[in-house]
């Protein structure tokens, strides 16, 4: 009996003790990624004095619902929670839109074209870089005048160079390259960020925040579109090559309507992690910059975490996000499917 | 005739235009001007804050834009500020104690000139202590105070009337009282009390809460005896029998709170206790405040607050072992009990950016004396959410004003009279005014009494920690200079 | 990837009346103009920082006339962290090894013996390789012997075992959990579509809102799981207060949040295995497991080898949680490399503040690149 519970009849029918026992689990976990938010939801529509009378469950049956966080959170704050929202919203989006342009280009091309940078090239330009750093930082020389300089010395010295290099790079380790960067900890990068972005004038403005969300974000998109690009058979490029397409129509007229699924769910893990995104705000931003997670961490006041406040903002950050990917849902399978497999 | 009379009014007008114009803001006088004010996020001295910036915007046509930080980041948020020379915030309001480190950078806006001219403002109003401590530094006023902070005990008048129990002169009381309560039911939601709640949470504000319970140890001679160091030597006062009889009391006390005590911060205990699960608590004014809002609270005319407790034995600094108080070792003792009343972080007050434009530093002034000014402080004093307490004389004498929150008299003297009290003793602890205090008491005190908590360290290895993080951090910034700028913090010379 | 560039574009060349001068040179410098600015935003954000903070490290900020001062102070801030004052906080507290932890530490040293000896005596050699394998083998001889020599009685980690215990645990249990859930997902179950999109959800919380979601959730007074506690009979145990449990509140939080990441991109991965070969196994009367073993794990390893590796790099930094949760109490129980770094920054403590991160990107930096060499490219080279 037991066995006859376990075993399959067909080779594409589940048994019915599997089936439980599947879908137990499946329930088990859903409980697990719902009950905290549903906590929050209510929590959102107590008051204070609800909270710290201990766990009320049910609205209406445990404690009485009340608009107070709400209102606090709309009214009070008013503008104090728009102008995050919106800085947020257009952060976000401008900093994935360049993130996925930029990283799928690149994905495409090392996808395609083998590149050979000879290391010693990379060392001359990594050590032109440093130079720049070092005579704008300790010399004073004014940034313009290095980067003109160190440019000028650097294509100079490019062509001698690559002419008698002997070891190369290869794709593949340009890619580690990138994906590596993600190693840095933000914990090192943010203070000399701050001072580039002071030098230039643009600390506490939505640019500093885009650049950096989109530069961070870089990495992911050339690392997963890559898998994407690479899967794409490569006959029907050929065919337009042959026909005289340039590769730049190749890319944005063939491929990419292709992959577009990938680049969709690309788009929105990058859209996530800039939307969600603490440190860098927090350090780069002041009054105009402030962005919706400083809000939420700002709750927590010194005299305790305002625990409804805080529930209230949570839910309306995740609002547009689970929108987004409600719209988009059919990509995220989708795309997921086609790229990443073939690694 | 007429003449003359037409003349002598207008005559009487003007004088009385200049006199209204010496005690009133001109109306429109900052129009166009913005002020960029950055305190700590709220709804404590914030909502004030946020509060009357329209009321200012109205009457004088400055813009106030209030921005928040959460407050572990405000302190480095400020300097990062100021000492990159972005210098986008205009005014801040902040711990009196980082006063030092910004005057060092020359960060902050000489206000001396200004409050002398400002009769407005009714410095005289504000208690001595406040207006000693909290604004001025080096003899010269920085900050303009908005708040007074004051650690003390509250009690539950209706569980030691129970208990047959009278308000803790010592923290042995303190501890009896809160092992007699603890785990047992006093009637309300039936659930049982804890004994005594403190706030241990690590990185929060829990550490100042170890100085609260270690000033009646380890001073006696009033404030220019110090209890942080010694100022004959900066010898840290914290490895002897006083700080390890404080500590052992820091830590019992954990054994008649609630389970998760280690992880309350502030706000956790406070509405622990106003909604009823706390015999004891040790925190600083709101309370007092907080518990007359019937939104929030279950103990409406249910708490006392009393002086913090003291010692019967103080320290003898040549020996670093405890001696009983008599006239000699504790000539401020009452009733045989040593206090040592602890300003705990000073009070929040504004200072303004020494760099900002002239209008723009008019302003920020101008707002800052508004919000300090008796007609809209003794009301935010009232009010539990805005995190004010009490620093004004008139807040003390005035009883109006508590009535009118909704105060009884009782609950209003016993309030009112644990601060004036504290206030008023001779024996008062200051909070840690020298550069890097932040560093001593944030990040050197706070981590090792988390891991004494935790029970990582014995009372003997917690003591050596502290004194040995404390030394590191003046021989970075030079012992003599610390030295000199605490007898200058504590009045010793 | 071949180079179809060159043959094809001289081609395209041949036939380049369709096209302009100009629209020839932009298609030579294709390779050029894709590439560049990926790359040169990413060096020029990489390099300046690094080296900046290299610089910081080595540095006592303080507090000046008009701003500020830096003082060298060579390797000072990094002595501390390993020999001085901040032991206590990096490494942790040692205690006299027991015989447990010389067992443990005696077997990890042979195995990692042998597991050299192999790889030098075997065909495949290099020197970069060699070197490699060595600093790989040698970090982990100290993280095993660091292990054995804090835990237990009277000793106590520091922040780099922490963060290493968060960063073993939390993504193998991420792991394990994403492709449980993705493999039953991929059964034919009624609304394996609803599961998807909602298992999706945790991602999108910003870490900082799971966190203190998590600190309402596990508050054991008014937390909502409170009665269940009390039900249990473990009403009274202060998860805050015990190092080893609020260290595993903390990976409970991450979990919760990364496996909906692990969970998709396994999802995506079991997919694409052929279905002809499950059958054909299926047919041949293999059990369940050894179609697992056999056919599934061989097709998904290189996908799940590349999704560990970004979590593991993510892994490293987390800050968050221990932040919010317990503020890296009880004492410095859960306090992660980063959060040590924040904190150390919060009191302006520059040069320490950049040593700790310094180190984080060593640590993280040998362990991923081991990671990537040993278990990615050969999950990739098997596929292949």
Redesign the interface.
């Known amino acids: 009996m037991i066995k006859r519970l376990f075993v399959p009849t067909r ?4 048994p019915i003790g ?2 439980v026992i ?2 137990g ?2 329930g088990l ?2 409980l ?6 549903y ?2 939801a209510i ?1 959102s529509f107590k008051l204070p004095i609800d ?5 009320a ?1 049910v609205p209406f049956v445990d404690f009485k619902p009340s608009l107070d966080a709400w209102h606090y959170i709309f009214v009070d704050l008013g503008p104090d929670t728009y102008r995050p929202y919106m800085n947020s919203l257009v952060i976000a989006t401008l900093s994935t839109v360049a993130a996925v342009f ?2 799928s ?2 994905a ?8 050979k940078p000879p290391v010693a090239a990379v060392g001359l ?2 050590l032109m ?2 130079l720049v ?2 005579a704008v ?1 300790w010399g004073g020389v004014d940034l313009r005048i290095a980067v003109a300089v160190c440019g000028a010395l650097f294509f100079l010295l490019l062509r001698p160079i690559v002419r008698r290099a002997r070891r190369h790079l290869a ?1 593949d380790d ?1 890619i ?1 390259w ?16 701050y ?2 972005f002071k030098s230039a004038g643009l600390l506490d403005t939505r640019t500093a925040l885009i650049i ?1 969300y ?3 974000n ?3 998109v ?2 997963l579109m890559f898998d994407f690009f ?1 899967s794409v058979p ?1 006959e029907i490029e ?1 065919s337009a ?2 026909d ?1 397409a ?3 129509a190749i ?1 944005f007229g063939i491929v990419v309507p292709l992959v577009a699924p990938g680049i969709v769910a690309t788009g929105l893990l990058v859209l ?1 992690l800039s ?2 995104e ?2 860098f705000a927090l350090f780069l931003s002041t009054a105009n910059a402030q962005t ?2 400083l809000l ?2 700002a ?2 006041a010194t005299r305790g ?1 305002q ?1 409804w406040n ?1 529930s209230v ?2 839910l309306i ?2 609002l547009p ?2 929108l987004l ?2 719209t988009l ?1 059919r990509f ?2 989708k795309g ?2 086609v ?5 | 005739m007429k003449c003359i009379k037409r003349a002598s009014v207008a005559v009487a007008f003007a004088v009385a235009g200049f006199m209204a114009a010496g005690h009133a803001l001109a109306a429109g006088e900052f129009q166009g001007v913005t002020v960029n004010v950055m305190t700590f996020v709220g709804p404590q001295i914030a909502e004030p804050l946020q509060r009357r910036a329209p009321e200012f915007e109205k009457l004088t046509g400055a813009k106030i834009n209030i921005l928040t930080v959460p407050f ?2 405000l ?2 948020k400020l ?2 500020d100021w ?3 972005t210098n986008s915030v205009n005014a801040a309001v902040f711990a009196p104690q980082w006063m030092v ?1 910004y005057t ?3 960060f902050l806006e000489d206000l001396s000139a200004r409050v002398a001219r400002d009769p407005a403002l009714q410095e005289d109003d504000v208690m001595p202590f406040f207006r000693d401590f909290s604004q001025r530094f080096n003899g010269k006023t920085y900050l303009i105070a908005l708040d007074g902070d004051f650690q003390m005990v509250y009690y539950r008048t209706d569980i030691l009337k129970q208990l047959g129990k009278q308000p803790p002169k010592t923290w042995d009381e303190y501890l009896d009282i809160a092992k007699a309560a603890n785990g047992k039911v006093f009637g309300g939601d039936g659930k049982p009390v804890a004994g005594s709640c403190i706030s241990k ?4 504000q829990a550490y100042w809460a170890i100085i609260s319970i270690a000033g009646g140890y380890i001073q006696s001679k009033g404030t220019a005896q110090g209890a942080f160091f010694d100022p004959r030597d900066f010898k840290p006062l914290v490895n002897n029998d006083a700080f390890k009889a404080a500590l052992n009391v820091y830590k019992q006390s954990t054994q008649y709170g ?6 309350l ?1 502030v706000g956790d205990t406070r509405s ?1 206790f106003i909604s009823g ?1 706390c015999a004891l608590t040790l925190d600083w004014g709101d309370i007092g405040v907080l518990a007359i809002d019937p939104k929030q609270s279950k103990v409406i005319d249910k708490v006392g607050a009393v002086m913090l407790p003291g010692s019967t034995k103080v320290l003898n600094r040549d020996t670093g072992k405890l001696v009983a108080c008599d006239k000699n070792t504790c000539p401020y003792a009452v009733d045989g009990v040593n206090h040592a009343p602890f300003a705990a972080f000073g009070g929040w007050s504004g200072g303004i950016n020494a760099k900002a434009s002239p209008k723009v530093k008019d302003a920020a002034y101008a707002f800052l004396s508004y919000m300090s000014q008796p007609a809209q402080a003794n009301v935010d004093v009232t009010i539990g959410a805005t995190g004010f307490n009490p620093y004004r004389r008139s807040q003390f004498t005035d009883m109006s004003i508590w009535k009118k929150s909704g105060m009884s008299d009782a609950a209003a003297a016993s309030y009112l009279g644990a601060i004036k009290a504290s206030l008023q003793s001779p024996n008062m602890v200051i909070d840690l005014r020298i ?2 205090n ?2 001593y008491e ?2 050197v005190l706070d ?1 090792a009494v ?2 004494f ?2 029970g ?1 360290l014995d009372a003997d290895a917690t003591m050596k ?1 502290i004194q ?2 404390w030394d ?1 951090i003046t021989d ?2 030079g012992k003599d200079a610390q030295l000199k700028a605490y007898k200058a913090s504590i009045g010793a010379h | ?5 060159r043959v ?1 574009s001289s ?2 060349s041949r ?1 380049g009346s ?2 302009s001068v100009a ?1 020839n040179w ?2 030579r410098q ?2 050029y ?3 560049l ?3 040169l ?13 290299a610089y ?1 490290s080595l540095m ?1 900020f ?7 001062e830096l003082k060298f102070v060579g390797m000072r801030n990094y002595v501390r962290l390993f020999s001085g ?1 901040q032991q ?2 990096f490494v942790g ?1 040692f205690r006299p090894p027991g015989v447990i932890s010389i067992a443990v530490m005696a077997a990890a040293a042979l195995a990692i013996g042998w597991w050299l000896v192999r790889y030098l005596r075997g065909g495949q050699r290099s020197v970069i390789g060699g070197i490699g394998r060595l600093i790989a083998a040698a970090s982990l001889l100290a993280v095993v012997w660091l292990a054995a020599n804090t835990t237990g009685d009277g000793g ?1 980690l520091g922040s780099l075992m922490v963060t290493l215990f968060y960063v073993v645990f939390g993504v193998a249990l991420q792991f394990l ?1 994403g492709l ?2 993705a493999y ?2 991929t ?3 009624k609304g394996g ?1 609803f ?15 799971i966190a ?6 596990a ?9 269940l506690w009390a039900w249990l009979g473990l ?7 015990d ?1 080893w449990l609020a260290r595993i509140v903390v990976v409970i939080g991450d979990t ?1 949040q990364w496996v909906p990441f692990m969970f ?2 396994l ?3 079991l ?2 295995t052929s279905r002809d070969q499950i ?1 054909a196994a ?2 041949d009367g293999a059990s369940s497991w050894r179609i697992f073993r056999d056919v599934i794990w061989p097709s998904i390893a ?2 799940a080898a ?1 999704a560990v ?2 979590r593991l ?2 892994a ?2 987390v ?2 949680l221990p932040n ?1 949760l ?8 859960t306090e992660s ?2 959060l040590h ?10 040069g320490s ?2 040593a ?3 180190m ?2 060593f640590v ?2 040998i362990a ?2 081991s990671f ?1 060499q040993l278990v990615v490219r050969r ?2 080279g098997r ?2």
């Open positions: 080779l594409d029918e589940i599997t089936r599947a879908y689990l499946l976990w859903t697990v990624v719902l009950f905290p938010l906590w929050m929590t909270v710290a009378n201990g766990p469950y930029l990283g280009m690149a495409y091309a090392l996808a395609r074209i083998e590149y330009a990594v870089l440093a750093v070092a930082g794709n340009i580690f990138m994906i590596s960067q993600r190693i840095l900890p933000p914990v090192v990068t943010v203070i000399p960020i001072l580039t950096t989109a530069t961070a870089l990495p992911i050339v690392w690479a490569k050929e090559q042959i005289g340039t590769r730049f890319l996530i939307w969600n603490y440190l919706l997670p939420v961490a709750q927590n975490p625990w805080m903002l949570i950050m995740i996000v689970m990917t409600l849902q995220i399978v997921i499917l790229g990443a497999v073939k690694g | 572990s980041d302190y480095q300097l990062t000492a990159s020379g480190d060092k950078g020359g949470k690590r990185n929060a609630p389970p998760n005590e280690i992880n911060d622990a699960h550069p890097q932040q560093r944030q990040v981590t988390a891991r908590l935790a990582e920690a040995t993080g590191e970075d910034a | 990837m071949q180079s179809s560039s094809s081609a395209a036939r369709r096209r629209a932009l298609d294709a390779p103009v894709f590439v600015p990926a790359v935003l990413i060096l020029g954000f990489s390099i300046f920082p690094l080296v900046t903070s910081l006592r303080a507090l000046g006339e008009g701003g500020y004052s206590f906080h507290v106590a959990l449980g859930l039953l997902c059964l034919p179950l579509r599961f998807r999109i909602l298992f999706f959800l945790p991602l999108m919380v910003t870490p900082v809102g203190y979601m998590f600190r309402m959730m508050d054991t007074a008014v937390g909502p799981l409170a009665p009403g009274q145990i202060a998860w805050a207060a190092p919760w998709l991109v999802l995506a991965a997919e694409g059958e299926q047919l290189p996908v590349s590796l970004i790099i993510e490293f930094k800050v968050d919010v317990t503020n890296g109490g009880p004492g410095i129980a490399m980063t770094a924040f904190i150390e920054w919060r009191t302006l403590n520059l503040a950049s700790v991160a310094y984080l990107f993280s930096t991923c690149v990537f999950a990739r596929q292949s």
